[in-house]
């Protein structure tokens, strides 16, 4: 290839960025929805959006089609799938009865969003990320945080009461999981769970029952994996805790150079 040209994406790598593509496409048509107030389609197409964008990043890796492209274009369509299209969302449904305030909490999601994935991408190439290393991530993903967002809409969807709806409140949690996407807590990721071996049929026994409640009583069934999410934060936070003692309680009887050099023996 002529020196400075441009090399093009590869055939194997254009499912991948097609799937991204499809995502993008599916959580920008929630804010159609959203315009025409059918609230359902609207969460519905941003959640379709996250599971589109859970496999696009597997299907790359399996193809290894792995590229920069890839990343910077999943960036994108998770900003603007997970963090302008859900501020919009909630604001059209609940936050623009608090013009300014609202307004603000929505501006926050979105900007926080953003930020989360620029600091992804700024990291990609650093060699030192104690989380990743350890299998967590930092912070809560960009989907997860657009699905925990929206848990005021699938109480108020569910049990059809009004307190839901509340602008004041909505525009708090929406803040409240805007700086969780920042933040610096180690959260759990899948290369992190391993179950044990005599548990794996019941795992697969209960995938099954959850999406079936997702059929036939899906907002409930939201709420759980929402409420199931938040109660695993703090057993995130012990669980990395303790990897992180190891990890200097290793390191700690690790030989010193000045030991190695001088052919004595590390310290217990």
Not at 110 to 138: E, M, W, Y
Not at 244 to 250: C, D, I, M, P, T
Request: net charge positive; aromatic share 10%; with cysteine.
């Amino acid at each position: 290839m002529p020196a400075g040209r441009a090399r093009g994406l590869s055939l194997r790598a254009v499912l991948p960025n097609a799937i991204t593509a499809a995502a993008l496409c599916s959580g920008l048509t929630g804010i159609r929805f959203a315009i025409a107030e059918n609230w359902s389609l609207a969460i519905f197409a941003v959640i379709l959006a996250g599971l589109l964008d859970g496999i696009d990043g597997r299907i790359a890796r399996l193809l290894k089609a792995q590229s920069r492209f890839g990343a910077e274009l999943d960036s994108l369509a998770d900003s603007l799938s997970f963090g302008m299209a859900p501020a919009i969302i909630f604001y059209l449904w609940t936050l623009q009865d608090l013009p300014r305030l609202g307004w603000f909490a929505a501006l926050a999601f979105a900007i926080c969003c953003a930020l989360r994935l620029a600091r992804f991408n700024a990291q990609i190439d650093v060699d030192h990320q104690p989380h990743k290393s350890a299998g967590f991530l930092t912070g809560v993903p960009a989907p997860v945080g657009a699905g925990l967002a929206f848990l005021p809409f699938y109480l108020w969807m569910a049990t059809g009461r009004e307190e839901f709806r509340e602008p004041i409140i909505c525009a708090v949690w929406m803040v409240g999981m805007a700086f969780l996407m920042i933040s610096n807590i180690a959260t759990l990721s899948w290369t992190s769970i391993r179950p044990r071996r005599n548990v794996r049929l019941e795992l697969i026994a209960g995938v099954g029952i959850l999406c079936a409640a997702l059929l036939l009583e899906p907002w409930w069934a939201l709420v759980a994996i929402c409420a199931v999410y938040l109660a695993l934060m703090p057993y995130s936070l012990v669980r990395y805790a303790r990897v992180k003692r190891l990890r200097e309680a290793g390191a700690a009887r690790a030989p010193t150079p000045s030991t190695e050099a001088n052919g004595l023996p590390p310290i217990d």
